[in-house]
């Protein structure tokens, strides 16, 4: 007998990812497609997969467009973390940083400490790895991978950079590329969109940082090119109609509003450009008004023009002094330079080093992201159980009066990285939150999935959103319609990015996720840790909450479902390399 449908997804909430209204349907999967959407039960007769999805929302899966698995996907390619989630399309190369040109040792230094992935399994992944030498070669190694999602990617500026100039060159202020070193570059890009790369990452935040021994401290090799360079690689992108996404310098307004209004064409093609990003800064309360009204503007003189958000708390966790955001202000860039424990430990203790740690900690001028109020940091985990739930500054109450300074430095000295700690940064206040959801120049996403696997869990960022969306709805106080929440996690990107995801109308790749709404409770922000066998089994923050994702299909194979992953999940590919313009 002749199988109609390979699945069929029935009685379930379908949303089509475009925003339109949402309706009880039926859909039948054959091969890696939606073939049906029918508003009447399809026949089961012989379909050997059958999914009840009464009660329970289809949805596209979500795409999360930044993200720092260019070193995990090549040990790992399922990328589980995020499929559990119902993340089935996952953007690589953000912030400069990508895979295709450097060399293992480069590609090291650069994601190393920057992305808090342990340097050494950086450059073991790539030396065991690495059989490309360009952007198409890059790609066809990727597809011969079991990956699970699909994969976009962008081609990071830093990446061509080091790899035309060497790593040392690329990193110095007084060195400009030669004529033939920027036309390299250029033919490096133009060859990456030619692949398929959706655009160009670059940065010029000037707290990320080398890692290794040679450059060590110096900030990554994008935030070194002059203006000549940028407008050039720029050009491309413009000509091209593809992506730019940017980290500007935000202490340096100049730096900001010459990656904001690069959008705008004036008499060329405007540029689409994806900044890093809107945030309702503890440290700069007001600055949210500023976020809004930029992309206003922007937009409306014709550019094309949005912000990158991630639209939960950004809570972070460090253990001991071990936490980018110390990287903003010399003194806790000091700390951080020293890889050697005797060293550092050296520093942290003399008298004159915490003399300029106070007087940074207390500076109250100048942009920044962390608020630096260690009374706004609580301990979760010490070998003296005595601090354990208290704040930094609580600590030093208690121990005679000390300086916040000086009790977190005595802590750090006394107990090293088994001192835990956490605090929120920035998307503290829901109304925030809930004025960016509806915003049309941000985008949602920014979970740096990947990255940061001791400081931070975003990976279920989407379902923790449609919760807060669902909730607001529940009790007759809507943000936005669900139809259009689901829309801003999946089909908004996917065209703006222009990928062939995001979508589930007939005809449409079958990529998506079955929720089960009352799974999307208060367990989503469940602390839990996991450990990463691609990395000697370091423990990863996660969220875990199965009851929310009941189901994952990606190209119309069932991959995930209930905390569970399929046995194929990671042996057999399931998702793709998603080529720009190619939908």
């Not at 959008?263 to 309702?280: E, P």
């Not at 004159?352 to 001028?365: G, Q, V």
């Not at 801003?488 to 990928?499: H, M, Q």
């Not at 990529?511 to 066998?533: C, F, H, K, N």
Request: negative net charge; glycine residues 10%; aromatic residues 8%.
């Amino acid at each position: 007998m002749d199988v109609s449908y390979d699945t069929i997804i029935k009685g379930g909430r379908w949303f089509d990812g475009t925003g339109a209204a949402s309706a009880i349907r039926h859909l039948g999967l054959r091969g890696d497609r939606v073939v049906i959407v029918s508003e009447t039960p399809l026949d089961e007769t012989g379909c050997p997969d059958v999914v009840d999805a009464a009660g329970k929302w289809v949805l596209p899966g979500m795409i999360d467009i930044h993200t720092h698995y260019d070193i995990e996907v090549l040990k790992s390619p399922a990328l589980p973390e995020s499929v559990r989630h119902g993340i089935t399309t996952v953007l690589l190369g953000s912030c400069s940083l990508s895979t295709v040109h450097i060399d293992p040792t480069g590609a090291g230094d650069i994601f190393g400490r920057v992305e808090a992935i342990p340097r050494h399994h950086v450059i073991e992944t790539l030396e065991d790895a690495k059989t490309w030498t360009s952007a198409t070669e890059y790609v066809t190694a990727l597809e011969q991978l079991p990956l699970g999602p699909n994969i976009a990617a962008m081609l990071g500026h830093s990446d061509i950079r080091t790899a035309r100039l060497g790593l040392d060159r690329a990193t110095r202020r007084e060195v400009r590329p030669n004529r033939a070193e920027l036309a390299a570059m250029e033919a490096a890009l133009d060859e990456a969109l030619d692949a398929g790369f959706v655009g160009m990452s670059a940065q010029q935040l000037l707290f990320d940082k080398v890692d290794g021994e040679t450059c060590r401290s110096r900030t990554l090799p994008s935030t070194y090119a002059r203006a000549k360079e940028r407008r050039r690689l720029n050009a491309i992108l413009r000509r091209r109609g593809r992506i730019l996404q940017g980290g500007p310098d935000i202490t340096s307004p100049r730096s900001l509003g010459a990656m904001i209004f690069s959008s705008l064409g004036v008499g060329r093609r405007k540029l689409k450009t994806s900044l890093l990003s809107a945030a309702d800064i503890k440290a700069d309360p007001f600055a949210v008004v500023l976020i809004g009204a930029l992309a206003r503007l922007v937009n409306a003189l014709g550019g094309d023009f949005r912000w990158q958000h991630l639209p939960v708390p950004f809570e972070v966790y460090a253990d001991g002094i071990d936490l980018v955001i110390f990287e903003e202000f010399g003194s806790g860039a000091a700390a951080l330079h020293l890889a050697d424990r005797v060293e550092r430990d050296a520093l942290l203790a003399d008298e004159d080093y915490r003399r300029r740690f106070r007087k940074d900690y207390d500076a109250k001028f100048g942009r920044r992201v962390w608020h630096r109020d260690f009374f706004d940091a609580e301990i979760v985990g010490c070998p003296d159980d005595s601090v354990v739930g208290k704040t930094f500054g609580q600590v030093g109450v208690d121990r005679g009066g000390l300086h916040p300074v000086d009790a977190f430095l005595d802590l750090v000295l006394e107990h090293g990285t088994k001192l835990r700690w956490h605090t929120t940064i920035s998307n503290h206040r829901p109304e925030i939150l809930d004025r960016f959801a509806a915003h049309p120049g941000i985008q949602l996403g920014f979970s740096d999935a990947g990255a940061h696997l001791r400081n931070m869990a975003f990976y279920n960022f989407g379902l923790r959103f449609l919760r807060r969306m669902y909730r607001a709805e529940q009790a007759g106080k809507p943000v936005i319609p669900l139809e259009r929440a689901v829309h801003r996690l999946t089909g908004e990107l996917a065209d703006w990015y222009d990928i062939d995801a995001g979508h589930l109308r007939e005809g449409d790749r079958a990529d998506l996720v079955v929720i089960d709404p009352a799974g999307l409770d208060d367990s989503l922000d469940a602390y839990a840790e996991s450990p990463v066998a691609a990395y000697g089994g370091l423990e990863r923050m996660v969220n875990r909450n199965d009851a929310a994702v009941t189901a994952v299909y990606i190209g119309g194979r069932y991959v995930f479902g209930t905390g569970t992953a399929d046995p194929g999940l990671g042996t057999t590919r399931t998702g793709r390399f998603l080529r720009a313009g190619q939908r």
